[in-house]
């Protein structure tokens, strides 16, 4: 091997270090660390990590300027001067968490950079990404955890290490799966695992990871039984310390896989064909009972984000929120998880990148079921609670906002193709929804915040209950959005225009060949989940102000 291969896998190394130092520094900011005064200590390492960063960047920006390498530059840039000009007393968490984001969007660069960027490589690319963003949370979580405790201790070391051994092991499964799947996506056969350079360096990094789950076992065994952090050179220490030169050893090695050939796809010939240029997918077959019952198309990112809500469940919280959950609650999100895999990731995440119908009642679901179930387990963001109490205008616009946004993307071609054609659009398109769905359910649900049911014992200036005022107030922040939907659904059966013509219209499609006429029924579709919502929201309504009432009779 040449020297330039060489200094290439070293500079990689460290630029991958920096870089899950930086998130782990984040991680224990904005959401490990118990004490402000530990959040505040946590901006140093950050700073210097986040340093560290810009400089490997800058390094590789010195041959030849690139636009990546510069994006990824300018992010751990702006998180070296959070953590050096904010990052003091009550904003070290909010700083914490920023940094936490934009160390995410400078990782996910960095991956994509060298995997792809365009849908037809999301199927080797993602699993990839999540499989680096998972080593990163816990390396960085560990190695950030021994640094603040090399500068001293910490005020309450044992709840801080008990969390992130809660996160370390929900890093631990999706590292498995995702580490597994990148690999064998990537093998022309079983045997290529024993028989090729790719394969054993690949085996040697399951070897590792299987090693470093027994190692996080007995960290996890030792804390329920101790429940106490030890001090410099005890223990805790020198097994993280052994798992810290593993996870570098597993970096150094993943460095390398970048360089060594792969032998093929396990699945055999590459799919061809206008379906195949367009998602990296054969075009599957014609909607039947069977094709929908057995169509399942996986996406790495989803799912990891399904086992991320599954597993807050039991994360350790403090706090003034940190009173146990209700059982429906913690159903309510189990459900919605399950439900997230199974819209994105199961017949819809088949068809919907070749038929217009599938992606739209895709979207609606996401927006007004997953959405808003998942937001219905927790309670509304303080923030947003504040905002909607203080400025009372920012209802309706927020009520709106959501499905108009949703809609604009749609109806503008040079958004809605890269959201269509690109990794990152396509994840934002699936996630998004989601997301919004979620910040309308907290707008105009009437029992998502007491401050607006206008219930006595939240605030003493409000009455008892709510007038008649506040009731029409509420029906029509709950209109909006069930009006929005419909209005965007309708635009679509009754227009004429095709929308992203060149995907959906260019699949080669023999069945529901006329792109428009699919594109209308899915225009349809989308009427009937408004309709069905508006049903929803008003039998809640009625339901919760029949409560109401027989409450005060019964009071």
């Known amino acids: 091997m040449s020297t330039v291969p060489v200094l290439a896998v070293l500079l990689g190394v460290i630029e991958d270090l920096a870089a899950a130092g930086a998130l782990g520094a984040s991680l224990l900011a904005g959401l490990l660390l118990v004490a402000p005064a530990d959040r505040a200590r946590a901006m140093t390492p ?19 300027p690139r636009l990546l390498p510069a994006l990824v530059a300018a992010l751990a840039a702006l998180m070296t001067l959070l953590a050096v000009g904010l990052g003091t007393g009550a904003r070290a968490q909010t700083v914490g968490r920023l940094t936490g984001v934009l160390a995410v969007l400078g990782i996910s660069i960095r991956v994509l950079g060298d995997q792809g960027f365009l849908l037809p490589q999301a199927g080797q690319a993602v699993p990839v990404l999540v499989h680096v963003l998972a080593m990163s949370v816990w390396a960085g979580g560990l190695g950030a955890i021994l640094l603040l405790r090399a500068r001293g201790p910490l005020t309450d070391p044992s709840a801080v290490i008990v969390r992130f051994s809660h996160l370390a092991l929900l890093a631990w499964c999706v590292l498995a799966l995702s580490g597994l799947w990148a690999l064998l996506t990537r093998l022309g056969s079983p045997l290529d695992l024993v028989t090729t350079a790719f394969g054993l360096v690949g085996l040697a990094k399951i070897m590792l990871l299987l090693v470093l789950g027994v190692l996080g076992a007995l960290q996890r065994r030792r804390l329920a039984v101790q429940r106490r952090a030890d001090g410099p050179g005890r223990p805790f220490v020198r097994l993280a310390g052994i798992e810290l030169v593993l996870m570098a050893a597993a970096v150094v090695l993943g460095a390398l896989l970048v360089l060594l050939p792969a032998p093929g796809l396990l699945s055999g010939a590459a799919a061809t064909g206008p379906a195949a240029d367009l998602t990296g997918h054969a075009l599957p077959p014609a909607p039947s009972p069977v094709s929908l019952l057995t169509s399942w198309r996986p996406d790495a990112l989803v799912i990891a984000l399904a086992l991320t809500l599954v597993w807050a469940l039991r994360f350790p919280r403090t706090g003034p929120r940190a009173a146990p959950r209700a059982p429906s609650a913690e159903l309510r999100v189990v459900v919605g998880a399950v439900l997230l895999v199974l819209v994105v990731c199961g017949p819809l995440g088949v068809y919907g990148p070749v038929l217009s119908s599938a992606h739209l009642l895709q979207q609606g679901l996401l927006l007004v079921l997953v959405g808003p179930l998942l937001a219905s387990a927790v309670p509304t963001p303080g923030g947003l609670s504040r905002l909607l109490h203080r400025d009372p205008w920012t209802a309706p616009l927020l009520a709106l906002g959501p499905t108009g946004l949703l809609a604009l993307v749609h109806a503008t071609p040079w958004l809605l193709g890269p959201a269509l054609a690109t990794i990152p659009g396509h994840e934002l398109l699936l996630l998004a929804p989601v997301v919004l769905g979620a910040l309308t359910w907290w707008t105009v649900e009437p029992g998502a915040d007491a401050r607006r049911d206008g219930d006595s014992g939240a605030d003493p200036t409000l ?46 499609r023999t069945w529901r060949a006329d792109a428009l006429a699919d594109q209308q029924t899915g225009g349809w579709i989308l009427v009937g989940l408004a309709v069905l919502a508006g049903i929803a929201l008003a039998d809640r309504a009625i339901a919760s102000r029949t409560m109401r009432r027989d409450a005060h009779a019964h009071g």
């Open 46 to 64: 950050l700073a210097v990590l986040g340093g560290v960063w810009t400089l490997t960047q800058l390094l590789v920006l010195a041959p030849a």
């Open 463 to 508: 009455p008892a209950g709510p007038s008649a005022r506040l009731r029409v107030w509420r029906t029509v922040l709950a209109a909006l959005p069930v009006a929005g939907l419909a209005a965007s659904g309708l635009a679509l059966a009754l227009g004429s225009t095709l929308l992203a013509s060149d995907r959906f219209g260019a699949t080669g």
